[in-house]
């Protein structure tokens, strides 16, 4: 049934998008010409600057109509990206694409994202209710009164409908949500494959090192008095799936008692990566422990049925049940068990990152930051930052609501209601004391001790452990955080390839060349590179013959780097070795070099239509990195020619001596209306290892060159 509902939706964007024909090419100029600039419900009028990326430099006489600007901005530049993210967070994507899109609803339904939205909605601090409303009434100022409409509306023949405060908050608990869903997913369906013993045995070693599900980010912040330039620096490169348009934007922001630049994600009021006139701030996700699933088998279970709108279909009545532990999660595709399994979440509790992000945007000192912080629950981050002047001191703090828990691990991936933490005794995280560094870095490693356990799961230490070794061997400049997010070496691989090498038997001469370009291979993932292609097939191939299918899945599900895959195949027998790089040897004959099989894909959704699908292609070019680089583009086991699924899609630097030197790119381009100058623009820029300078002075106008006023 699934399938025939998704073949009749493509059938019908197929039609659609062959009587409407390809987007046409559209210049910034032309892009900008539909911004409507009357009738915006400020109270006097914004300016706004922008570059030739489409950059916006928002000027405004108060923080209300700062946040007018700023919805304007955003509904401007990814209006499709801000639907689609409303939709989901809502549960309303059948009511756009029909029935293909009501397991979708259901999968968001059952999660209860939305639970604590009206209770949220209710608490907000008036200040921070006129800023979300500014913002909601720039984004319905697009939505109303812009003269055309982004190619997806056109496609599904679309109008979207004006924004809610609540919808914001909605959009804010989509962020929020909590990856080890993802985790909690893979490992579940590879459990039932294995024998209890087997499970048994497997699962502490799984919590036994450093591990983690792919996805990771880096961040440093150099104090004053480790800085060459004397001033304070700080470099971010947060990595989330390689999506087009990117998760992020490019603004800054300008109103009484208020300049700042950096990174946003669409849809969401709040500068998360960036900095003000007294501080730089930057962050990695923490991978918190704040969710549980529990096994609710012999409990009290409530059940529902809700109807929700189907486009060209009846509504559709989904059956929802919820126990006192949360709602019950396992009725879904994602996290289908056999027992009933209900999902205690932090995020089903009241918080408000908004105003903890709001109150870094205006904090003036480090304790400000940590402060504002404070209220900062899911998803959890390890947040760096760094103050301005001569005598800039750099902080670390952990920006989570966590569990109180007992435990310093977890005795099973599902726990039992006795053993189950209280939704409403969380600790405050921002409160933990933190050593007094001049360097701090965090890649979503595991934190300093804590008074108790906030997570189980966490990244290697590779990538830290390069951050730290990079920014000690020498002065530390702005072109040093440059260098960071452009560093490919890892470290570890060496040892393994050494290790294997060790090992090997005598080749056939047709696959001793192969041998000799991974002796020499000096641990680089440049995409030129031949010896990492050959490390990769080697070690992938040696994986998948010398671990059992259903634990490799088990593995994969927690490990980014070498892991536990690495010690297994690093006792590989020679046998072993030796079939193994006749793989790699041939991926190697075939692909020469790593960039060639090891490719970046930027293709918007609709690339996935057949026939008409290369219209919205976007590009692919060869990509420097892998998993454990600092310049991160992951991927899986390496076979030959594969996509990289997640990694870095922007970068911000920014040095502290210079109000103006703030340096960012995006991997991709600012704005999301297809056939736009500037869908990919930056791409040539983040290929070159350049940036975009964003002052935090008033825009000049030379770079700035094209002008909005929006007037009331």
């Known amino acids: 049934m699934a399938d025939r509902h998704a073949l009749a939706l493509v059938a019908r964007l197929l039609a659609r998008a062959l009587s409407l024909g390809a987007p046409p090419p559209l210049s910034t100029e032309a892009r900008l010409a539909n911004i409507p600039v009357r009738g915006v419900p400020s109270h006097a009028p914004v300016h706004i600057r922008w570059d030739r990326h489409q950059i916006p430099s928002i000027e405004a006489e108060s923080l209300h109509d700062l946040a007018v600007g700023l919805g304007v901005v955003h509904a401007h530049l990814r209006l499709a990206q801000l639907e689609a993210m409303r939709r989901l967070a809502t549960a309303r994507v059948a009511e756009a694409i029909g029935p293909a899109g009501i397991e979708l609803d259901r999968a968001i339904l059952l999660m209860d994202l939305t639970r604590a939205v009206p209770e949220i909605e209710a608490r907000l601090p008036p200040a921070t209710r006129l800023w979300g409303r500014g913002f909601v009434a720039g984004i319905n100022h697009i939505i109303t009164q812009a003269p055309s409409l982004p190619h997806e509306f056109q496609l599904l023949r679309l109008r979207p409908t004006p924004w809610t405060l609540r919808d914001l908050l909605a959009v804010s608990r989509l962020a929020a949500t909590d990856m080890s869903w993802l985790v909690f997913a893979r490992l579940l369906r590879a459990r039932t494959r294995l024998d209890p013993a087997s499970w048994r045995a497997l699962w502490p070693m799984l919590q036994a090192g450093d ?62 990566l960036g900095r003000n006139r007294a501080l730089a701030w930057g962050g990695t ?54 027992s009933p399994l209900a999902l205690r979440w932090v995020g089903h509790r009241a918080s408000d990152e908004l105003t903890a992000l709001l109150g870094i945007l205006q904090a003036g000192s480090l304790d400000q930051f940590r402060d504002a912080l404070r209220g900062f629950a899911v998803p959890g981050q390890t947040m760096v930052a760094v103050e301005a002047g001569p005598r800039g001191s750099t902080g670390r703090t952990i920006a989570a609501h966590v569990p109180r828990r007992a435990n ?129 097939v080697l070690t992938a191939n040696l994986a998948r013959r010398l671990i059992p299918r259903t634990r490799l899945a088990i593995l994969a599900a927690v490990w980014s780097g ?86 870095a899609g922007a970068r911000h630097v920014s040095d502290l001596a210079d109000d103006n030197a703030n340096h960012f790119v995006l991997l991709g381009g600012q704005d999301g209306w297809l056939g736009s100058a500037n869908t990919l623009d930056q791409v040539a820029v983040w290929r070159n290892g350049g940036s975009i300078t964003v002052p935090l002075d008033a825009a000049p106008t030379r770079e700035w060159p094209h002008e909005t006023i929006l007037s009331p």
């Open 211 to 272: 591990n983690i599900p792919s996805p990771g980010s880096n961040s440093a912040a150099v104090a004053a008095s480790a800085s060459a330039t004397g001033a304070g620096l700080i470099a971010s490169d947060p990595h989330l799936s390689v999506a087009q348009p990117p998760l992020w934007l490019i603004a800054a922001l300008h109103a009484p008692g208020l300049d700042a630049v950096g990174l946003m994600i669409p849809g969401i009021p709040a500068i998360a």
């Open 562 to 647: 070498r892991g536990l895959v690495g010690r297994t195949i690093a006792h590989a027998p020679p046998g072993a070795i030796r079939a193994a790089f006749a793989h790699a040897a041939r991926a190697w004959r075939r692909h020469h070099c790593w960039g060639a099989a090891h490719r970046m894909a930027l293709r918007h959704p609709l690339a996935a239509l057949p026939l008409i699908g290369r219209r919205y292609a976007g590009c692919t070019f060869a990509a420097d990195g892998s998993n454990d680089t600092l310049n991160k583009s992951g991927h899986g086991l390496v076979f030959g020619r594969h996509r990289v699924t997640y990694g």
């Open 285 to 338: 996700n923490l991978h918190a422990a704040s969710s549980d699933l529990v096994d609710v088998s012999g409990e009290a279970i409530d059940e529902c049925v809700v109807s929700i709108p189907v486009r060209d279909a009846a509504p559709a009545c989904l059956r929802l049940r919820h126990t006192r532990f949360g709602p019950v999660v396992s009725d879904g595709l994602l996290l289908r068990s056999a």
């Open 408 to 536: 310093t691990t977890m005795p099973d991936l599902v726990t039992t209601p006795d053993a189950l933490w209280d939704l409403d005794d969380l600790v405050v995280a921002a409160d933990f004391a933190a050593p007094i560094e001049t360097i701090v870095a965090s890649a979503n490693d595991r934190p300093h001790a804590a008074p108790i356990s906030v997570g189980f799961f966490f990244a290697p230490p590779d990538r830290v452990r390069r951050l730290r070794t990079l920014l000690e061997t020498g002065p530390i400049t702005a072109a040093t955080m440059v260098d960071l997010q452009h560093d490919v070496l890892q470290p570890g691989a060496l040892a393994l390839r050494d290790l294997l090498l060790s090992r090997c038997p005598p080749l056939p001469p047709r696959d001793t060349p192969a041998r000799r370009v991974l002796a020499e291979w000096d641990g680089r993932y440049e995409a030129a590179s031949a010896g990492a292609l050959v490390f990769e």
